[in-house]
Nanobody, 123 residues
Framework: QVQLVESGGGLVQAGGSLRLSCAAS????????MGWFRQAPGKEREFVAR???????AYADSVKGRFTISRDNAKNTVYLQMNSLKPEDTATYYC?????????????????WGQGTQVTVSS
């Protein structure tokens, strides 16, 4: 069983930065595609970024140029560096791992989820 634990969330002013981490245990981390999603109150969970086992990345248009996803397979950890944060980035951020798909596109394509970490951006 794969367990994912996010950390690094918090309160930051608009224009600031945060780095989220997601530590994985169990499974074969280096073979998984890893994703970050977010969910704001009253809204559906939305894709933020993805990194494949090849380190190929993909981003939502809303975060492109501001967020960077990376992974350290030696530490079984995936990161989300968030710069130039905006109030609309406020949400609970979730880390997810996909074992079945090399290019997961939807939340249902991911097999394992973390518990989430709150990011609040004040204006």
């Amino acid at each position: 069983q794969v367990q994912l634990v996010e950390s690094g969330g918090g309160l930051v002013q608009a224009g600031g930065s945060l780095r989220l981490s997601c530590a994985a245990s169990g499974g074969t981390f280096s073979s998984y595609a890893m994703g970050w999603f977010r969910q704001a109150p009253g809204k559906e969970r939305e894709f933020v970024a993805r990194i494949k086992w090849t380190s190929t990345t993909a981003y939502a248009d809303s975060v492109k140029g501001r967020f960077t996803i990376s992974r350290d397979n030696a530490k079984n950890t995936v990161y989300l560096q968030m710069n130039s944060l905006k109030p609309e980035d406020t949400a609970t951020y979730y880390c997810a791992a996909a074992a079945r798909y090399s290019s997961p596109s939807y939340p249902a394509d991911y097999d394992y989820w973390g518990q989430g970490t709150q990011v609040t951006v004040s204006s």
